[in-house]
């Protein structure tokens, strides 16, 4: 899930970045028949510092390095504590490769050694993680005026409508709610199927469910492995609890596994929730899959948008005129019909959320974007002549200047006409 994507994407930004990155001409309307043009250049920043979260310690990084680099900036690397030794062995990857010195640090350590990071000179902020800790990433990187882009949390909602595919649309659903452990920020960790195919819909979601195997091994016959952590252990089994004694009913998994290799939840599916729960309003990161039914297309909106969450979203459904109406309406960064979770392995596409998922993009020309700065260029090709609003002001001046004043406020060539002479007299007169 983290190898392939990355190197996809170190291809496509290296055969695409020049282009990506080029000047942009701006059309400046008349002044361009006064001489005048404008482009947009882009430079680097200088230094971009990573900090980087335990989920996907490889590809999230190591993208953002990626981007950084090929923007021509120097990048330091901050990851989880949890996973200090892949972005060890990314910095390895890239010494193999002779990377020249300085362009690539990481620092590891706790969350002090990421205050340190961002109360350091660095040009731009790169983080990935919780909404609290951005919220400290953003106010900490204000007091340096510190740019940031900050990619949070989500709690993703998937539509059922009621002309999708049920088999198809209940393996998308376990499969984005269940790889990684359901340890993915863009995992469906809240399901809406209309009530008229609800039935047939769950029965599907619970079969398969039942049929992934769980373990500890990497052989290639498990489908489901750890969580990474305790803590997020401890999450899931909290939101599970609180439903439950809200009402909600688990019809399949719902517990812990004593399992001496790992931290190991099964992969759950609960009906009867609502809003209220834990697990339909907090971000879970876990194997926890909650379905609600709903009536109309405009109920699941509502329902869907019902979160602070905006980072992803999907609506499954055959007619894809209707899912693509659909998807303009969901607050979501990036909202996919009949498709889940998987666009991050998109280079070519941006990432990212909107409210309390955060702001700013990675990945596209969107991402690269947020890894130099614009510099506005303007020229003028008539070097020997004096602007027409320099000093002084005479009195046929002023009276160009009132012409020109009602042209810039009809916008009609026709009355600009008259003002040539006068203009060209201003150009060429003593001042």
């Known amino acids: 899930m983290e190898v392939v994507p990355t190197l996809d994407l170190m291809h496509y930004f290296a055969s695409n970045t020049a282009k990506l990155l ?16 404008s482009q947009v250049v882009y430079k680097p920043l200088g230094v971009i510092g990573i900090i980087s979260p335990w989920n996907f310690p490889w590809a999230t990084p190591l993208d953002e390095v990626v981007m950084a680099l090929m923007a021509g900036n120097a990048a330091i690397v901050k990851p989880s504590e949890l996973t200090s030794l892949t972005a060890l062995k990314i910095a390895d990857v890239f010494r193999q490769a002779r990377l020249p010195e300085g362009l690539l640090e990481v620092l590891t350590g706790d ?30 990187a204000a007091k340096h005026l510190t740019p940031v882009v900050l990619e949070l949390g989500g709690k993703d909602p998937m539509i059922v409508l009621d002309d999708a595919n049920i088999d198809n649309a209940a393996r998308a659903a376990i499969w984005g709610g269940f790889c990684n452990s359901g340890q993915a920020c ?6 809406y199927v209309h009530e008229s195919i609800a039935k047939a819909f769950t029965e599907k979601v619970v079969s398969e469910t039942a049929a992934l195997k769980q ?42 596994i004593n399992e001496k290799q790992g931290w190991f ?48 979203a999907c609506v499954f459904t055959t007619d894809i005129s209707r899912g ?13 019909v009949n498709e889940v979770v998987y666009t991050h392995a998109l280079a070519q596409t941006p ?5 309390q998922s955060g702001y700013g993009r990675t990945h596209g020309r969107l991402g690269l974007l947020e890894m130099v700065t614009p510099q506005h260029i303007h020229v003028n090709s008539f070097p020997s002549v004096a602007d027409v609003w320099w000093f002084r002001y005479t009195k046929p001046a002023r009276q160009l200047f009132r012409g020109l004043a009602k042209h810039f406020t009809t916008g009609s060539l026709i009355e600009a006409v008259p003002l040539l002479p006068q203009m060209l007299r201003r150009l060429f007169e003593k001042r």
Not at 111 to 120: F, H, N, V
Not at 132 to 138: C, D, L, M, Q, S
Not at 229 to 238: F, S
């Open 22 to 37: 080029q000047p942009t001409t701006i059309d400046i309307g008349q002044y361009g028949l006064m001489g005048r043009s």
């Open 111 to 140: 969350g002090s050694t990421g205050a340190a990071l961002i109360d350091s000179p660095v040009d731009k902020i790169m983080f990935t993680g919780s909404v609290e800790t951005g919220k400290h990433v953003a106010e900490a």
């Open 186 to 191: 863009a995992s469906i960790e809240r399901l």
């Open 215 to 256: 373990g500890a091994t990497t052989s290639e016959e498990i489908d489901v492995g750890a969580m990474t952590n305790e803590r997020q252990l401890h999450i899931v089994e909290d939101h599970l609890r609180d439903a439950v004694e809200r009402g909600a009913k688990v019809l399949i998994g719902g517990k812990r």
């Open 265 to 312: 939840h099964e992969p759950t599916v609960v009906v009867d929730v609502d809003h209220s729960m834990k697990l339909m309003r907090e971000e879970t990161v876990g194997p926890l899959l909650p379905i609600m039914t709903f009536k109309t297309d405009d109920e699941a909106i509502k329902l869907a948008n019902d979160s602070i969450f905006g980072l992803t």
């Open 324 to 336: 693509r109406k659909l998807a303009e309406r969901i607050e979501a960064g990036t909202v996919m």
């Open 351 to 355: 990432w990212g959320g909107v409210k």
